[in-house]
């Protein structure tokens, strides 16, 4: 599954946290339900399975928002945002609501008070109580500008071009194939990144950073990846030709496995690894964290 390999790609962390969902498995929730992602990417609400030992209630809600202007989600607490790219011309969302009780009537009116409330181009979602989560899936067509953030949650963005900013808070944030400007950051939650083009900035605290380059170059204006408290891991083709430079400070591990093109350069300082040529315009940093590099 994309979503899974894309949290463990560094080293197959799991993250205990209450209702937290992870792709392809489940982690139990503080108020007795888990929920579950199926598949290879989540293209809809169905995609999405609850268990629990008590009763559940779901329910769907669709909105939408100019592709024009800027648009920002605010994932309710322990919820997710799956972005993805569409041939649309408007942002399309569907909001995933699940509530949770000792009875049927009782889940019901927690979902009841569940409210996905637009203003402008900003979209939240709130209730009353704790047993209640939303989900949010995001069309977004090329071109769009959106933020979103999550706490607690998954991040997750697709095949999408445009200007994104995504923000997780004790969550995980996975990138895949997404081209424009992206600003992604975490707090006590990995980053993952596979493929892209334009003008990424990515950062991690006390979280892994791992990034998998594709293609014979980066394509736009560069890469930079930072983390603090946590390990750096680089996949790069080899005969990569555009310049890339992996620094960590002295004290840190630095393994680079089959790395035929890499220069490697150690000090008590720091220590760095390189490849291509020409303008470094892909820098991977990590203070107080093992790195790892493959060539491939």
């Given at each position: ?5 894309a949290?463990?790609?560094v ?12 792709s392809?498995g489940s982690?139990a ?12 990417e ?7 399975s609850?268990?629990?030992d ?9 909105l ?6 800027p ?36 889940a ?15 979209v ?10 939303v989900?949010f899936?995001?069309?977004a ?6 933020s979103a ?12 071009e445009?200007?994104?900013t995504?923000q997780a808070?004790n ?35 006390n979280?892994?950073l791992?990034?998998k ?11 930079t990846g ?10 790069v ?17 630095m393994?680079?496995?089959?790395c ?9 300082d ?19 964290g ?7």
């Amino acid at each position: 599954m994309r979503l899974l390999a894309a949290l463990f790609a560094v080293s197959c962390l799991v993250l205990e946290l209450p209702g937290l969902p992870v792709s392809g498995g489940s982690v139990a929730a503080s108020q007795h339900f888990s929920v579950n992602v199926e598949g290879d990417e989540v293209t809809g609400c169905g995609d999405i399975s609850v268990t629990s030992d008590q009763e559940i209630a779901r329910a769907d809600e669709s909105l939408a928002l100019p592709a024009a202007g800027p648009a920002k989600l605010s994932a309710a607490r322990n919820g997710g945002v799956w972005i993805v790219g569409s041939q649309g011309t408007q942002i399309d969302i569907e909001a995933c609501k699940i509530a949770v009780a000792s009875s049927q009537t009782r889940a019901q009116e927690i979902l009841a008070g569940i409210r996905v409330q637009q203003q402008g181009g900003a979209v939240t979602a709130t209730g009353t109580g704790s047993r209640w989560h939303v989900y949010f899936i995001v069309r977004a067509p090329r071109g769009s500008t959106l933020s979103a953030d999550t706490t607690n949650g998954p991040l997750s963005l697709r095949d999408a071009e445009g200007t994104f900013t995504v923000q997780a808070s004790n969550g995980p944030v996975s990138i895949s194939n997404a081209r424009g400007t992206i600003n992604a950051t975490t707090v006590n939650g990995p980053i993952s990144l596979k493929g892209g083009a334009g003008e990424f900035t990515l950062r991690a605290q006390n979280g892994p950073l791992s990034i998998k380059l594709d293609g014979a170059a980066w394509d736009g204006a560069g890469l930079t990846g930072e983390t603090r408290n946590g390990p750096l891991s680089l996949t790069v083709p080899q005969g990569y030709r555009t310049g890339v430079l992996v620094e960590a400070d002295g004290h840190s591990p630095m393994r680079c496995s089959r790395c035929p093109d890499a220069r490697r350069t150690w000090d008590d300082d720091q220590r760095r690894i390189e490849f291509g040529g020409g303008p470094q315009i892909i820098k991977l940093t990590t203070s107080n964290g093992p790195v790892s590099v493959e060539q491939r």
